[in-house]
């Protein structure tokens, strides 16, 4: 196991350095330099604006500082924000999109998981075909769909819940939170009830029935465990669309998140704002598809061989 | 035995090909024919546009302005008095094109690559499916986005971009079908004719995959057209003048306080569209007895 966690660490490390590399190369090559688009500017205080942000040296020059800087932990300052850095902009926003994250993916575990298992025990009745038809209008409604009708219904016309902000009023979290989870609730739903089904035909259910096990210790001693098995590994994934996700939730309930620093920086072209948080968010995703991995195969033996082989399932 | 018996041997000999076979359980599946009705209807609507919108693109009647749902104009019109029906039909031309586009370049690149990794085998395979593999760890969503910004938003570029990110899985699938075919007599045959590998490849490995191409092609394109949603709706999509779902559901969504159908309509249009593909898709994949393509 401890060799496998070591082997997936070492693949990890040239993808970061990729998205690092990409990102750098892509943002410097992007028509039009940061300071263009300002007012015209005195020759002499662009000179000192480019030297204050290291743009006088040569390209390669540049990319080995900055992958000095980020050794250190620094993504240095903001294009847009003058007197800010990167950082601190990051770590401001990295809060508020954390806790929205895990509002949302415990909704989506939650909600998901459990309409997915209990659909999985009658298959092909109501009980299986109102939850499964809910996850797939869930799939096939785009967040930025179901945020501005759930604004329009609980928001504007019922007026239960406030439509903006973050932590300003009570009850300002819910609507981003289930906006955010639902899509997610119903690839859960989805999956766990495919792997409910696949584990509850298998002979060892039989046999722990044949027992006289009561049904409520079969499913959930027995069958959960494999049958689970497809969400967590679906769970790495997710984080990365939980992430792009927050983009737009963030948007629409204009919540001072990461997603929405990504968008307005990739607006204002604040090049060192979308090379910082590109590469953060990057290393995040990178770091819990990993996690997600290791926890996949700690609960399959099979899996773990798979990816020692490098065969596909 | 008499004749009627006779024709019945006959016709029990001759057997259903796996295509009828599968066309009959599809045809058994109310909710993928459902989606196959749909999708033809939305598909004969947007080739026939613009000869069949009530109205023209571009005409603005901003007296008007935005109103509700009336005879005239049967889904309202939006805040310049553009006919909302017009605008879902040509919008629709769009996000349709893109899904379909988009989805062809990641089939192109995904079983080609699959394919060859698969046919090939050995020290090729290896190396072709580990930068499969990196680039699945790749954040993509957040590439496109930062493509998007630095490349300009142009349409042909979000074709690539997009392709680019949906062939991973069709790789992977594609590797998988052509390593368990190449173990069969009828490849071995081939092999042994003198065929070259590209013609093996052409003739007999991929129309012998093609219930799982077709499958999985069924499922990418809807989180194809989400995806050109998804950037048209941050504003890093499609622009206007031209015009798709997601950026009719971004300006509702902007004014559904005071004009909710502007927001409505179009949603319902891509939704129904992203349901009918997804039902369709898992239709193909029962009647073609696909496992394991995803989920």
């Given at each position: ?313 | ?100 586009i988009a989805t062809s370049v990641a089939l192109t690149i995904g079983v080609t690559w699959g394919a060859v990794a698969g ?177």
């Amino acid at each position: 196991m401890s060799r496998f966690i070591a082997l997936r660490l070492l693949q990890a490390i040239p993808v970061i350095l990729a998205v690092i590399t990409v990102t750098f190369f892509l943002v410097r090559v992007a028509p039009g330099g940061p300071f263009d688009s300002e007012k015209a500017v005195l020759p002499e205080v662009k000179a000192a604006l480019e030297a204050q942000y290291k743009l006088d040296l040569p390209l390669f020059q540049q990319y080995t500082a900055y992958l000095g800087d980020l050794a250190e932990g620094d993504f240095g300052p903001s294009f847009k924000y003058p007197g800010r850095s990167v950082n601190e902009l990051i770590e401001a926003g990295l809060l508020v999109t954390a806790e929205l994250g895990l509002y949302a993916l415990l909704i989506a575990t939650l909600i998901g998981g459990l309409a997915g298992i209990f659909a999985s025990l009658k298959p092909n009745s109501a009980q299986d075909y109102i939850p499964m038809s809910l996850a797939m209008i869930g799939i096939c409604m785009p967040t930025f769909l179901l945020g501005p009708l759930l604004v329009l219904i609980f928001g504007i016309e019922l007026e239960w819940l406030p439509v903006t902000g973050w932590g300003d009023i009570p009850g300002d979290k819910i609507l981003p939170s289930i906006t955010l989870g639902a899509a997610y609730a119903a690839y859960i739903a989805r999956l766990s009830r495919a792997g409910m089904l696949e584990v509850l035909s298998q002979d060892y259910i039989r046999t722990a029935r044949a027992k006289g096990l009561p049904e409520h210790r079969v499913v959930l001693k027995h069958a959960l465990r494999g049958g689970l098995l497809p969400v967590i590994a679906f769970l790495g994934p997710a984080f990365a669309g939980l992430l792009a996700g927050s983009f737009v939730v963030e948007t629409l309930f204009q919540i001072p998140g990461l997603g929405r620093f990504y968008v307005q920086a990739a607006f204002n072209r604040d090049y060192t704002m979308i090379l910082g948080t590109t590469v953060f968010l990057s290393t995040l995703i990178v770091l819990f598809n990993l996690l997600s991995d290791i926890l996949a195969a700690s609960l399959n033996p099979r899996l773990r061989h798979q990816f020692h082989t490098g065969g596909m399932p | 035995m008499s004749d009627s018996g006779l024709t019945a041997i006959q016709d029990a000999e001759k057997g259903t090909s796996l295509w009828q076979d599968a066309w009959v359980r599809l045809r058994k599946n109310k909710l993928a024919v459902f989606g196959l009705i749909v999708l033809a209807t939305m598909g004969v609507i947007a080739l026939l546009t613009p000869w069949i919108a009530p109205y023209a693109y571009d005409a603005q009647n901003l007296d008007l302005g935005a109103t509700p749902p009336s005879a005239e104009h049967f889904l309202g019109t939006d805040i310049f008095g553009r006919d909302m029906l017009t605008q879902i039909m040509y919008g629709g031309r769009v996000s349709l094109a893109v899904g379909l586009i988009a989805t062809s370049v990641a089939l192109t690149i995904g079983v080609t690559w699959g394919a060859v990794a698969g046919y090939v085998g050995g020290r090729t395979d290896a190396v072709m499916m580990r930068l499969v593999d990196i680039l699945y760890a790749l954040p993509f969503m957040i590439f496109i986005v930062l493509l998007m910004v630095v490349f300009g938003r142009n349409i042909i570029l979000l074709f690539l971009a997009i392709g680019a990110v949906e062939w991973l899985t069709m790789a992977r699938i594609m590797r998988g079908q052509v390593q368990s075919l190449r173990q069969q007599e009828f490849v071995e045959a081939a092999v042994s004719l003198g065929l070259p590998a590209r013609t093996i490849i052409r003739r007999h490995l991929i129309p012998n995959a093609l219930g799982p191409i077709i499958v999985y092609t069924t499922l990418t394109i809807p989180s194809v057209m989400l995806l050109e949603a998804f950037l048209s709706f941050l504003g890093l999509g499609i622009q206007p003048p031209q015009t798709s779902w997601g950026l009719l559901i971004s300006y509702g969504a902007e004014t559904m306080e005071e004009y909710p159908w502007l927001l409505i309509y179009p949603g319902l249009a891509l939704t129904l569209t992203l349901f009918s593909l997804n039902y369709l898709g898992d239709g193909l994949r029962d009647a073609l007895d696909v496992r394991g393509s995803k989920d």
